[in-house]
Nanobody
Framework: QVQLQESGPGLVKPSQTLALSCTVSGVPLTTSYYVWSWIRQPPGKGMEWMGAIAYDGSTYYSPSLKNHTSISRDTSKNHFSLQLRSVTPEATAVYSC??????????????WGKGPLVPVSS
């Protein structure tokens, strides 16, 4: 059974780095041809695809976030991680990890690990 579990801090201060991890069970990250994504949703707003790491380790980023975002993985632990640097209060959002087959659309992602709201506040 495929499960994704997101974990991270309860709060991040402005200018700091938001670091999140998604632990995957039931399927290896290296399984062809899955793509493992990070998505966020600020309160009252729509979902935003942030980036992804593919089964072969290739990374992809939203153009608006690429200068502040890094996605990596640890195949021995079967988890993948997000680092969002220099955050502002506008980064306050619910952050989720998800599995898809290529595109950034949320409708194409069958499995989700939804985290709690992460406030960015001093």
């Amino acid at each position: 059974q495929v499960q994704l579990q997101e974990s991270g801090p309860g709060l991040v201060k402005p200018s700091q780095t938001l670091a999140l991890s998604c632990t995957v069970s039931g399927v290896p990250l290296t399984t062809s041809y899955y793509v493992w994504s990070w998505i966020r949703q600020p309160p009252g707003k729509g979902m935003e695809w942030m980036g992804a790491i593919a089964y072969d380790g290739s990374t992809y980023y939203s153009p608006s976030l690429k200068n502040h975002t890094s996605i990596s993985r640890d195949t021995s632990k079967n988890h993948f991680s997000l680092q969002l640097r220099s955050v502002t209060p506008e980064a306050t959002a619910v952050y989720s990890c998800a599995r898809g087959l290529g595109g950034p659309a949320a409708s194409g992602m069958a499995y989700w690990g939804k985290g709690p709201l992460v406030p960015v506040s001093s």
